[in-house]
Nanobody
Framework: QVQLIESGGGLVHPGGSLNPFCVASGTLIYIWDMGWFRQAPGKQRELVARIVRKTDDANYSDSVRGRFTMTRDVTKNTVYLQMNNLEIEAPAIYYC?????????WGQGTQVTVSS
C-alpha cells in the first residue's frame, strides 16, 4: 500500500523559510511524477511544484517560481519543498502527491502558516 507522509510545516514570519518533506512507503518515488499541492480555506487546490519522473526536472507555479525549490532523494524515498521568502497569505495545507497516468496518491498534508 502506497503511503505518503508529510512533515515540516509550521508557523513562520514573512520572509522566512520552511522545508517540508514527504516520505513515501510501499513504492519507489522515481517511478512517479511527484508533486506538492496547497489548499487554503475556501480556495481551490493549487499545484505549486512537480518533479517529472523521467527527467527529474522540476516545474513550478508562477506564484512560487524563484522562491520554492522541489527536490527528491531516491535513496531516502523522500521529496522536499524548500520554501524561501514566504509571503503573508492565508494558512494552507501542503499535500504531497504521486501520479502515474490515472493513478494518484495523496498524503494527509502539513499545515503552513505565514504570519507576523
Amino acid at each position: 500500500q502506497v503511503q505518503l507522509i508529510e512533515s515540516g510545516g509550521g508557523l513562520v514570519h514573512p520572509g522566512g523559510s520552511l522545508n517540508p518533506f514527504c516520505v513515501a512507503s510501499g513504492t519507489l518515488i522515481y517511478i512517479w511524477d511527484m508533486g506538492w499541492f496547497r489548499q487554503a480555506p475556501g480556495k481551490q487546490r493549487e499545484l505549486v511544484a512537480r518533479i517529472v519522473r523521467k527527467t527529474d526536472d522540476a516545474n513550478y507555479s508562477d506564484s512560487v517560481r524563484g522562491r520554492f525549490t522541489m527536490t527528491r532523494d531516491v535513496t531516502k524515498n523522500t521529496v522536499y519543498l524548500q520554501m524561501n521568502n514566504l509571503e503573508i497569505e492565508a494558512p494552507a495545507i501542503y499535500y504531497c502527491t504521486s501520479n502515474f497516468f490515472s493513478t494518484d496518491h495523496w498524503g494527509q498534508g502539513t499545515q503552513v502558516t505565514v504570519s507576523s
